[in-house]
């Protein structure tokens, strides 16, 4: 529940606020009818309740731009590992891979070729990680990822205000949000492959079946 907790402020609040906030500053007309002498408990609750739902809108736009981006790149990283092309992992770990697959998810045979259904199997790599209690900081990363992911979107969202509001007759500007925007989706492609990297790591580390039952 902590991390679910961690994810919901960084990956919705944090970037729906961001957006909320631009829109208050473009368009000052529409944040009027928010607009008061103070901020009380109550407008503090909704606006909260505004920037989570925006947020939710904000990283569905994410999700299109993550689909365009990591296809650039040959699929998410942890589709590399798939291919048996993850830089991240060295290739003795690359070999072992397949039989600590069968050990300690019954799958196999299974191959690094390139597969489509591999992320079926990161799925159940995760689900074996987080049981043994080791998915920590594979967590954390991800939650980053989601974090940039939305700061990125809601830049993109931003650049779009900026354009719309001033047209080209403050440059700066637009530069200065597109500077924001390169900046947290190359946050976001390095926090996707520490945690594809991490999973790996914390999966390839975890005890042989046999071991965790002796007595």
Not at 100 to 107: D, P, Q, S, V
């Amino acid at each position: 529940m902590k991390q679910f907790d961690f994810y919901e402020f960084a990956g919705l609040v944090v970037p729906g606020t961001t957006v909320l906030v631009a829109v208050a500053s473009t368009f000052p007309a529409a944040a009027s009818a928010f607009a008061g002498t103070s901020l009380g408990f109550g407008e503090a609750a909704v606006g909260a309740v505004l920037a989570y739902g925006v947020g939710h809108v904000v990283q569905a736009l994410g999700n299109l731009l993550e689909i365009a981006w990591w296809r650039l790149h040959g699929g998410m990283p942890s589709d590399w590992v798939g291919r048996g092309t993850a830089h991240f992992l060295n290739a003795k770990q690359l070999e072992v891979l397949p039989s600590k697959i069968a050990e300690h998810l019954g799958l196999e045979g299974v191959a690094l070729d390139g597969s489509p259904r591999w992320h079926g199997i990161t799925r159940q790599i995760y689900a074996a990680v987080a049981a043994a209690g080791r998915a920590g900081r594979v967590d954390i990363f991800n939650g980053n990822y989601g974090l940039c992911r939305g700061l990125a979107s809601a830049f993109f969202v931003i650049a779009v205000l900026v354009i719309l509001r001033l047209g080209v007759s403050r440059p700066s500007a637009l530069l200065l949000t597109a500077v924001a925007f390169v900046l947290a989706g190359w946050r976001a492609h390095r926090f996707g492959v520490h945690y594809a990297r991490e999973l790996y790591v914390q999966f390839l580390q975890l005890k042989d079946p046999g071991e965790t039952t002796r007595v």
